[in-house]
């Protein structure tokens, strides 16, 4: 068995007890930090993509308002479509938002989008 902290790696001896993933709770503590920090940096990441993509929207919604836009003139943007803040029921329509801005698809494929 080797230790889990990734900077240590060193072969625990397992006749103390065979299921020790780490040496020691300094390890142990050492590893759990650098978890946190890759979380952390995930989120951050995350936060980055939202704030891009909602000022994608932001744009669009500035320029074209609340009028069915066609797909195409979006695809030039790359858009993540599957990153959603939160959903809200507008006139019947399922609108997914990215932040403040929001679309909604239309049955003939065309986006109309929304701002909170
Ligand atoms: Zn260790």
């Known amino acids: 068995m080797v230790c889990n902290y990734r900077f240590c790696k ?13 040496c020691d709770q300094e390890c142990y503590e050492l590893e759990k930090r650098e978890r946190s920090k890759e979380n952390y940096g995930a989120l ?11 000022s994608i929207f932001r744009n669009f919604y500035n320029h074209y308002g609340d009028q069915p836009l066609n797909p195409n003139i979006l695809k030039a943007e ?11 029921e507008i006139e019947g329509q399922n ?6 801005y929001g679309y909604s698809r239309l049955e003939n494929n065309y986006i109309k989008l929304y701002k909170l």
Do not use: D, H
Request: glycine fraction near 4%.
């Open 10 to 22: 060193q072969i625990i001896s397992t006749y103390k007890n065979g299921n020790r993933r780490y």
């Open 44 to 54: 951050k990441e995350l936060l980055k993509e939202i704030k891009c993509t909602e």
């Open 78 to 88: 790359k858009i993540n479509w599957a990153l959603v803040t939160s959903f809200k």
């Open 95 to 100: 609108v997914r938002f990215v932040g403040s």
